[in-house]
């Protein structure tokens, strides 16, 4: 922290003990016991501190939503400049921040996706995505696969595919089957007359950094195309550069017919989802145009601070960076795993998504609070316990990167010491 005079007195008891009464006692308690008992205050780039002054290294990213690092400072200008024009919409007159970035995305986007829809978040984006689905193919019927994440509304839920937070929301929405991840004549098996479409992460992030093999997604590309049923990207984690291409289903050569993204699109300054389509899918959006809305999707301030940063991870080709950078962090990682065979079970990525997975889930949750204890900030993903992510920004200096990986050898081998000790 630059200054004395960046930080006010804060209460740290008096924080904690607001969101143990009046917002989740639960998280609270998770918070403690992954080591996080901090209150957080600035940010710059890779780096958080706390209200005392503490600075960390963050290696999680908002979870990817953060590919620029925090406050960076193109995208934190061109907001400026648009609160003081006009923040939010008065949804009666055009929007140039909405158009300018529509058609940027329509650029950039692959094949003849060209119209999008913003939203608030990648749930957001998932459901209007469900929704055009079944609205183009009048199917009711959605595929999606075990271990796949796509949100924690209803309609994102009900295709999210992990039982622990599907059960307590049961009865979810009708007409969506799950397959496993990767199996492409479970798919084929799966997709019939009544499916509107299949919605797949081209990595599963939150399943665990999963990679299928490399015909599954021109596998499924055939099978929708041959049941006249959609394939919906969900590239809310891996879109925009995270795995080393603006869009991961590029690196299989596939177009799907809708795309979902959402986290970097913001470029970590303000909330921002999108789904976007065909022309001749999105039709059947047009004939009533207020058939899907959101009061807030696509305010001025989130798609002036989504233009401004697509441009930039356009400019800075970031996503080469990021499938360079993430090799060497990647074979840094397995060389622990290589050190430590019986607590790392295998490491697994592409560009700046890699997943750290041990042999239990136990395990894991000790290597975050080492890594805590060293001010690294970690997660578990959140369908697989048993990994830890390495998903920092894609602007991430190769040394902090370095010391970062060190930091996670270290708490290893303190957990590994800690076990022998029990």
Same mark, same amino acid.
């Given at each position: 922290?630059?200054?004395?005079?960046?930080?006010?007195?804060?209460?740290?008891?008096?924080?904690?003990?607001?969101?143990?009464? $009046? +917002?989740?006692?639960?998280?609270?308690?998770?918070?403690?016991?992954?080591?996080?008992?901090?209150?957080?205050?600035?940010?710059?780039?890779?780096?958080?501190?706390?209200?005392?002054?503490?600075?960390?290294?963050?290696?999680?990213?908002?979870?990817?939503?953060?590919?620029?690092? !925090?406050?960076?400072?193109?995208?934190?200008?061109?907001?400026?400049?648009?609160?003081?024009?006009?923040?939010?919409? @008065?949804?009666?007159?055009?929007?140039?921040?909405?158009?300018?970035?529509?058609?940027?995305?329509?650029?950039?986007?692959?094949?003849?996706?060209?119209?999008?829809?913003?939203?608030?978040? *990648?749930?957001? /984006?998932?459901? *209007?995505?469900?929704?055009?689905?079944?609205?183009?193919?009048?199917?009711?019927?959605?595929?999606?696969?075990? =271990?796949?994440? !796509?949100?924690?509304?209803? #309609?994102?839920?009900?295709? @999210?595919?992990?039982?622990?937070?599907?059960?307590?929301?049961?009865?979810?929405?009708?007409?969506?089957? $799950?397959?496993?991840?990767?199996?492409?004549?479970?798919?084929?098996?799966?997709?019939?007359?009544?499916?509107?479409?299949?919605?797949?992460?081209?990595?599963?992030?939150?399943?665990?950094?999963?990679?299928?093999?490399?015909?599954?997604?021109?596998?499924?590309?055939?099978?929708?195309?041959?049941?006249?049923?959609?394939?919906?990207?969900?590239?809310?984690?891996?879109?925009?550069?995270?795995? =080393?291409?603006?869009? /991961?289903?590029?690196?299989?050569? +596939?177009?799907?017919?809708?795309?979902?993204?959402?986290?970097?699109?913001?470029? #970590?300054?303000?909330?921002?989802?999108?789904?976007?389509?065909?022309?001749?899918?999105?039709? @059947?959006?047009?004939?009533?145009?207020?058939?899907?809305?959101?009061?807030? #999707?696509?305010?001025?301030?989130?798609?002036?601070?989504?233009?401004?940063?697509?441009?930039?991870?356009? %400019?800075?080709?970031?996503?080469?960076?990021?499938?360079?950078?993430?090799?060497?962090?990647?074979?840094?990682? #397995?060389?622990?795993?290589?050190? !430590?065979?019986?607590?790392? /079970?295998?490491?697994?990525?592409? *560009?700046?998504?890699?997943?750290?997975?041990?042999?239990?889930?136990?395990?894991?949750?000790?290597?975050?609070?080492?890594?805590?204890?060293?001010?690294?900030?970690? %997660?578990?993903?959140?369908?697989?316990?048993?990994?830890?992510?390495?998903?920092?920004?894609?602007?991430?200096?190769?040394?902090?990167?370095?010391?970062?990986?060190?930091?996670?050898?270290?708490?290893?081998?303190?957990?590994?010491?800690?076990?022998?000790?029990?």
């Amino acid at each position: 922290m630059s200054s004395e005079e960046d930080r006010e007195a804060v209460d740290v008891a008096a924080v904690v003990e607001d969101y143990e009464r $009046h +917002v989740n006692a639960g998280l609270t308690s998770l918070f403690k016991f992954m080591g996080f008992e901090a209150v957080e205050w600035k940010a710059e780039g890779s780096r958080i501190w706390d209200s005392e002054g503490r600075e960390y290294l963050d290696l999680l990213a908002g979870f990817g939503t953060l590919a620029l690092g !925090h406050r960076p400072a193109a995208v934190v200008e061109a907001v400026k400049r648009q609160l003081d024009l006009m923040p939010l919409s @008065s949804r009666v007159l055009f929007s140039k921040p909405v158009a300018d970035l529509a058609a940027l995305l329509a650029e950039t986007l692959p094949g003849e996706i060209a119209k999008c829809f913003f939203c608030n978040s *990648g749930t957001e /984006a998932v459901e *209007g995505a469900l929704k055009l689905a079944r609205l183009y193919t009048k199917r009711p019927g959605i595929v999606a696969t075990e =271990g796949g994440f !796509h949100g924690k509304t209803l #309609g994102s839920l009900s295709a @999210s595919g992990r039982d622990v937070y599907r059960k307590p929301f049961a009865p979810l929405i009708p007409g969506v089957s $799950h397959v496993p991840f990767g199996d492409r004549e479970a798919l084929a098996k799966a997709v019939d007359s009544e499916t509107a479409a299949v919605i797949v992460e081209p990595i599963q992030g939150e399943g665990g950094v999963i990679i299928p093999p490399d015909d599954y997604l021109p596998a499924a590309r055939e099978i929708c195309d041959g049941a006249g049923a959609l394939l919906i990207a969900d590239e809310v984690q891996t879109g925009l550069g995270r795995t =080393g291409t603006l869009f /991961a289903c590029e690196q299989s050569g +596939v177009v799907p017919d809708i795309v979902c993204l959402a986290k970097a699109l913001g470029g #970590g300054v303000m909330p921002l989802g999108a789904f976007a389509s065909t022309a001749t899918i999105w039709a @059947s959006l047009e004939e009533n145009p207020l058939l899907h809305s959101s009061t807030l #999707g696509g305010n001025p301030l989130a798609c002036a601070a989504g233009l401004a940063a697509l441009k930039e991870i356009r %400019a800075r080709e970031l996503p080469a960076r990021a499938a360079r950078v993430g090799a060497q962090a990647l074979a840094r990682a #397995g060389e622990l795993q290589q050190t !430590h065979p019986d607590m790392i /079970a295998e490491v697994r990525g592409r *560009g700046l998504l890699i997943g750290v997975q041990f042999t239990e889930s136990d395990i894991a949750g000790l290597v975050i609070a080492g890594l805590a204890q060293r001010r690294v900030i970690a %997660a578990y993903t959140l369908n697989n316990p048993e990994v830890i992510r390495i998903e920092p920004a894609l602007t991430i200096s190769e040394e902090d990167l370095n010391r970062g990986i060190d930091a996670l050898g270290e708490a290893v081998g303190q957990a590994k010491e800690l076990l022998a000790g029990l």
